[in-house]
């Protein structure tokens, strides 16, 4: 069970990256049902920030973007309610949230595919010296993420041996 929460948490955090990185690329069209929930998504990180994009650049990201909104598989609200419900009953059934978790985590993963294709293709636009200063970029987060989980983790050490 661990390893299935496990995976849905990290999926959700990886696609919310990188949906919110392709919802940036679109900000001037209208927002659709996709784009509402892409900018809805935890850990939002702008893959582009810091990196300067010709007009050309942009226009092709938001064409890749406009595709994906289309071949993206959306959200379903019908496998949300179905684990709330299970969530809430009376009684805990273990069997059933499993299976319930695992239909959700392979919609995420289907869109975590499509979203990591999108994202592969906007990075093949880059001009190699782009490439370097979206790659340290990365580098920095990373390491800013490293940093806060380290502390996060720290924290929690503390109040253990506090509450001891």
Same mark, same amino acid.
């Given at each position: 069970?661990?390893?299935?929460?496990?995976?849905?948490?990290?999926?959700?955090?990886?696609?919310?990256?990188?949906?919110?990185?392709?919802?940036?690329?679109?900000?001037?069209?209208?927002?659709?049902?996709?784009?509402?929930?892409?900018?809805?998504?935890?850990?939002?990180?702008?893959?582009?920030?810091?990196? =300067?994009?010709?007009? #050309?650049?942009? @226009? &092709?990201?938001?064409?890749? %973007?406009? +595709?994906?909104?289309?071949? /993206?598989?959306?959200?379903?609200?019908?496998?949300?309610?179905?684990?709330?419900?299970?969530?809430?009953?009376?009684?805990?059934?273990?069997?059933?949230?499993?299976?319930?978790?695992?239909?959700?985590?392979?919609?995420?993963?289907?869109?975590?595919?499509?979203?990591?294709?999108?994202?592969?293709?906007?990075?093949?636009?880059?001009?190699?010296?782009?490439? =370097?200063?979206?790659? #340290?970029?990365? @580098? &920095?987060?990373?390491?800013? %993420?490293? +940093?806060?989980?380290?502390? /996060?983790?720290?924290?929690?050490?503390?109040?253990?041996?506090?509450?001891?």
């Amino acid at each position: 069970m661990r390893k299935v929460t496990a995976l849905v948490m990290a999926s959700m955090l990886a696609i919310g990256s990188s949906a919110a990185t392709a919802a940036e690329t679109i900000s001037e069209t209208l927002p659709s049902a996709t784009h509402v929930a892409i900018n809805t998504l935890p850990g939002q990180h702008h893959m582009f920030d810091g990196v =300067s994009l010709t007009e #050309q650049q942009r @226009q &092709q990201m938001r064409d890749l %973007m406009r +595709q994906a909104r289309n071949d /993206l598989p959306g959200v379903n609200v019908a496998e949300m309610e179905a684990m709330h419900k299970l969530v809430t009953a009376d009684k805990f059934d273990e069997a059933a949230v499993h299976a319930q978790a695992e239909r959700m985590a392979q919609e995420q993963v289907k869109r975590q595919v499509e979203m990591a294709r999108v994202r592969n293709q906007m990075y093949n636009l880059l001009t190699p010296k782009q490439k =370097s200063v979206l790659d #340290q970029k990365h @580098q &920095q987060r990373m390491q800013q %993420m490293e +940093q806060q989980i380290s502390g /996060l983790q720290q924290t929690s050490a503390q109040k253990l041996s506090a509450t001891e």
